[in-house]
């Protein structure tokens, strides 16, 4: 069975100030792939990252980077000089592969509220 | 059409009603799935379909139908709705191959 854990429920910072979501899965499969998605106010969900098993480099865009272990089952996100932009619920997700096992495995959430 | 589309956007239903979620992808996605979406829960799958003519059960099933007559829609039916029922419902695809899911924009739920 896949899980999923974002233990931080809800973060608030000030803007600027940089923020570090976290999480940890578990899943028995060898190829698998790592999702976050962000859901602003708006309630549509934006996709933002994909990474698959096998690539184990952190990823940057812009304000936003990725930490990816396998060691410890984690992918972490952070946020560098947030916005109040950034502010919005962040969920991250696993995919076991396609076919039958491509179901997504979400996490519960995390609320990150950057005030001004 | 681009992308996924839901409907309706929101609805109010009395319990007992007999209601069905529209879902429409002009992708021609093969795979598709119906969640739901609850305060501390996150999205929880409900109904997926690798293919026309094929259906499975997600995580939280019961009290939900799916048919997938062809590629493009997906709908999702309550026979008869429970307050529990009131969710935000999310349907997506996915192009075979490929593992990202692509989200509509969601219908939100009210069951009284």
């Known amino acids: 069975a896949q899980k999923v854990t974002q233990a931080q429920t809800e973060i608030s910072v000030v803007e600027k100030e940089d923020v570090t979501l976290d999480c940890v899965y578990e899943?028995?499969?060898?190829?698998?792939?790592l999702f976050w998605y962000k859901q602003p106010p708006s309630g549509e969900l934006v996709f933002l990252i994909r990474r698959n098993s096998f690539d184990e480099q952190n990823e940057i865009s812009g304000r936003y980077s990725w930490n990816f272990q396998k060691s410890t089952s984690s992918f972490n996100f952070t946020i560098t000089a947030s916005q109040v932009v950034d502010s919005a619920v962040y969920f991250c997700?696993?995919?076991?592969?396609?076919?039958?096992?491509?179901?997504?495995?979400f996490g519960k959430g995390i609320t990150l509220s950057v005030r001004p | 059409i681009a992308g996924i589309t839901q409907a309706p956007t929101s609805q109010i239903l009395a319990a007992g009603r007999r209601m069905t979620l529209r879902c429409t992808q002009d992708?021609?996605?093969?795979?598709m799935y119906w969640y739901r979406q609850d305060l501390g829960l996150g999205l929880r799958l409900i109904h997926y379909?690798?293919?026309?003519?094929?259906?499975g059960k997600g995580e939280v099933p019961d009290g939900y139908s799916v048919s997938r007559a062809n590629t493009d829609d997906f709908p999702l039916t309550l026979a008869s709705a429970v307050p529990s029922q009131t969710s935000v419902y999310f349907c997506a695809s996915r192009r075979t191959g490929s593992n990202e899911q692509f989200f509509g924009p969601g219908t939100r739920l009210t069951v009284l």
């Open positions: 899943t028995r499969d060898t190829t698998y792939y």
């Open positions: 992708m021609r996605h093969n795979a």
């Open positions: 997700a696993l995919s076991g592969g396609t076919g039958a096992n491509s179901k997504l495995t």
């Open positions: 379909s690798n293919t026309a003519g094929t259906t």
